[in-house]
């Protein structure tokens, strides 16, 4: 494994190694440089910090708990102590508002008074119209018809907190599309829109900015956990779409090269079955650059981008962020496949040993933590799994699986 | 000097303007794409953009995305877009380039695609998700080929950033008139002459001026501050309305399109 300490990431042009990059129209390359120096300015700036911190702490809820999960681990076995980071108790249900709190603030900064945003779940949709509510921003969320569909209730929430909800029909009217028509929107408005991009993906400098807004996760988990067990976590465990909730979890603990990490991205219907969402963790994986950057993404021989299937809207991308990718090619990080089935397996378990009812994205990594990783880990290992969203928008659809 | 710098510096000194028309490779078919293209050189297009479809194109606005997304149903490649050009160097002199996103050309492999091309009879490449500092790789590999590498620049450009493109870009400088994505429009931009000059204060080489322009009269106001006039969705739009209109065979299609390319040639 090849651990760089202190190392600077992403290098000053935006790249994870051979990952990474700005590759965007030239129309938007202006904006990405003005969105990074004023990035770094805000970072650097006490008074920021200190409005953020506050938002945080008052109206979103930190810190979250790191909830020991006595029941999941005892199904786990092998000793197992499984704590949930639980991101879940945020306002609006997920680990998302971290990051719209820090853009919507860099967008009033960069004095742009419109947001545009995408969403696949709907939770960033959710967030980002609240973070424009509360610092009276415009906002406008692109979503696909089909993710419409099913995150109705994501739909209507959004619509409350007055935001336009623009539907997506080009593509496969999934969450890539809703992106491309965001990242559309934008070369037309830039002058006086801020895109809020949801993940840890795109061109830089957004992979950076939404991992250091999301890295609270873990800055908080690190504390927690040495409270609570009085040493670091044998390893860390979240889901894998773009890769917003795990970055923030992995970051901080970086450098503490015995705490693995593991990243569960969704199988769908099986690997086999060409049905799925496993950008990275597939033999055949490889990069390609799609919205804006270069990492690894579903593609066909002829470099077309092959549309994801997940029965989960936020895991459903063919693509993962930069950072990701470096660390799976530097074997940082490990990344397994979960199926739609066993994720499933994942909501119905913690409903009923826990009291909780998980994100769709959420079980994927539920599922791995307690039947897989117990298998992996020496006895009587700490894993902290990131308790990403709450299943509320998901009842739909477990009422539709579960009465089969 | 390739074929695309030899007819823009054949073009100044005979006081013209060049037609550049974009096509979707593939659309409706590859066979279509080989009919029009010696087509287009014979009604007065200087040089073809030969535009290889994507599947997830963010420049791109609907026209575009709809002909990229039927030319891929069709099952087109970048293999088989580089067939159509060899029959068209049999024929004339025409430069060819090939516009297309960065990724179908990385899994192709650049040199790989850098040396088929060439030897296909294509005159450069044209990669809109490569701006300058994502572009060190293709640009040495296209100048060891004496092949043009265009980079595009842009009304949020600053006269810095304008300069270092400039100075990149080979064969000539694509000026994108509007803010936002490819796609016909009804006015071509207010502020088009002053980034014109902004871009002449800083260079020597031609400049094309795309995205938005389609009417004839469009293309005379844009003749006027440039070297070049980029004429794209606009065309979609007239291969698509022949087939709407039930044209039938390629040759019907070729008829609906002779009379517009020719209007645009004459007004320049």
């Given at each position: 494994m090849t651990l760089v300490p202190g190392a600077q990431r992403p290098d000053t042009t935006g790249h994870y190694g051979e990952f990474g990059g700005r590759f965007v129209p030239e129309t938007l390359f202006q904006a990405l440089i003005d969105l990074e120096r004023e990035y770094k300015a805000m970072a650097d700036d006490a008074?920021?910090?200190?409005?953020?911190?506050?938002?945080?702490?008052?109206?979103?809820?930190?810190?979250?708990?790191?909830?020991?999960?006595?029941?999941?681990?005892?199904?786990?076995?092998?000793?197992?102590?499984?704590?949930?980071?639980?991101?879940?108790?945020?306002?609006?249900?997920?680990?998302?508002?971290?990051?719209?709190?820090?853009?919507?603030?860099?967008?009033?900064?960069?004095?742009?008074?419109?947001?545009?945003?995408?969403?696949?779940?709907?939770?960033?949709?959710?967030?980002?119209?609240?973070?424009?509510?509360?610092?009276?921003?415009?906002?406008?969320?692109?979503?696909g018809v089909e993710d419409i569909e099913r995150q109705k209730p994501n739909v209507l929430r959004m619509q409350l907190l007055g935001a336009k909800v623009t539907p997506v029909t080009s593509g496969t009217s999934t969450l890539k599309d809703a992106t491309n028509e965001a990242l559309r929107d934008w070369m037309a408005r830039v002058d006086d829109t801020h895109y809020i991009i949801g993940s840890v993906v795109g061109p830089h400098p957004f992979p950076m900015i939404v991992r250091d807004f999301q890295s609270v996760i873990g800055r908080e988990a690190r504390a927690q956990i040495l409270e609570a067990e009085g040493r670091l976590p044998d390893a860390l465990i979240a889901c894998v779409g773009g890769g917003s909730n795990s970055l923030g979890l992995f970051h901080p603990f970086y450098d503490d090269a015995d705490v693995k990490f593991f990243g569960v991205e969704?199988?769908?219907?099986?690997?086999?079955?060409?049905?799925?969402?496993?950008?990275?963790?597939?033999?055949?994986?490889?990069?390609?650059?799609?919205?804006?950057?270069?990492?690894?993404?579903?593609?066909?021989?002829?470099?077309?981008?092959?549309?994801?299937?997940?029965?989960?809207?936020?895991?459903?991308?063919?693509?993962?962020?930069?950072?990701h990718s470096f660390y799976a090619r530097t074997g940082r990080a490990r990344y397994m496949p979960v199926t739609d089935e066993r994720a499933l397996i994942g909501v119905k378990e913690t409903c009923v040993?826990?009291?909780?009812?998980?994100?769709?994205?959420?079980?994927?990594?539920?599922?791995?933590?307690?039947?897989?990783?117990?298998?992996?880990?020496?006895?009587?290992?700490?894993?902290?799994?990131?308790?990403?969203?709450?299943?509320?928008?998901?009842?739909?659809?477990?009422?539709?699986c579960f009465q089969k | 000097m390739n074929r695309i710098e030899r007819m823009f510096q054949e073009k100044r000194q005979a006081g013209q303007k060049a037609l550049v028309l974009f096509i979707t490779a593939g659309y409706p078919s590859l066979d279509f794409t080989k009919a029009l293209l010696p087509k287009l050189a014979e009604w007065g297009c200087d040089l073809v953009e030969l535009g290889v479809p994507f599947s997830d194109?963010?420049?791109?606005?609907?026209?575009?995305?709809?002909?990229?997304?039927?030319?891929?149903?069709?099952?087109?490649?970048?293999?088989?877009?580089?067939?159509?050009?060899?029959?068209?160097?049999?024929?004339?002199?025409?430069?060819?380039?090939?516009?297309?996103?960065?990724?179908?050309?990385?899994?192709?492999?650049?040199?790989?695609?850098?040396?088929?091309?060439?030897?296909?009879?294509?005159d450069g490449f044209l990669i809109p998700d490569v701006p300058l500092e994502e572009g060190d790789e293709a640009r040495s590999i296209c100048s060891e080929r004496e092949l043009s590498l265009v980079f595009l620049t842009a009304p949020t450009s600053p006269v810095e950033r304008l300069r270092r493109i400039a100075e990149a870009s080979t064969g000539f400088i694509y000026y994108i008139a509007q803010r936002g994505v490819t796609g016909a429009r009804t006015e071509i931009a207010a502020d088009l002459a002053d980034k014109i000059g902004e871009l002449r204060g800083v260079t020597d080489k031609p400049v094309a001026v795309g995205f938005g322009v389609s009417t004839p009269e469009h293309a005379r106001q844009v003749a006027q501050v440039a070297d070049g006039v980029i004429v794209g969705s606009a065309l979609i739009n007239k291969i698509r309305e022949a087939i709407a209109n039930g044209a039938d065979s390629d040759e019907a299609i070729l008829a609906h399109l002779e009379p517009y390319v020719r209007s645009l040639a004459e007004a320049l």
């Open positions: 008074d920021f910090q200190e409005e953020l911190t506050a938002l945080l702490t008052q109206y979103v809820g930190r810190p979250t708990p790191l909830y020991f999960a006595r029941r999941l681990s005892e199904t786990a076995g092998n000793g197992m102590r499984l704590y949930l980071k639980r991101e879940d108790l945020c306002h609006t249900g997920a680990h998302k508002i971290n990051n719209t709190l820090g853009q919507a603030l860099l967008a009033k900064r960069l004095g742009k008074p419109r947001v545009i945003a995408e969403t696949g779940a709907g939770q960033h949709g959710v967030a980002t119209a609240t973070a424009c509510a509360l610092l009276g921003l415009e906002c406008e969320v692109f979503m969704a199988e769908g219907e099986g690997l086999h079955t060409g049905k799925h969402a496993v950008a990275i963790g597939d033999a055949s994986s490889q990069p390609g650059v799609f919205h804006g950057s270069r990492s690894f993404v579903l593609q066909t021989d002829d470099g077309q981008i092959v549309p994801a299937h997940s029965i989960s809207a936020g895991l459903d991308y063919p693509g993962v962020g930069p950072e040993q826990e009291g909780i009812i998980p994100a769709l994205e959420t079980a994927h990594a539920l599922y791995y933590a307690v039947h897989e990783l117990p298998k992996q880990l020496p006895p009587d290992s700490v894993v902290i799994l990131c308790f990403s969203g709450r299943g509320d928008k998901d009842v739909q659809t477990y009422q539709r | 194109p963010i420049a791109d606005g609907p026209t575009i995305q709809y002909s990229s997304n039927e030319a891929l149903k069709a099952g087109v490649t970048v293999r088989k877009i580089l067939s159509t050009i060899p029959p068209v160097r049999e024929r004339s002199e025409v430069p060819v380039i090939l516009f297309s996103a960065v990724n179908p050309l990385l899994k192709y492999g650049l040199e790989a695609i850098a040396d088929d091309a060439k030897a296909a009879g294509a």
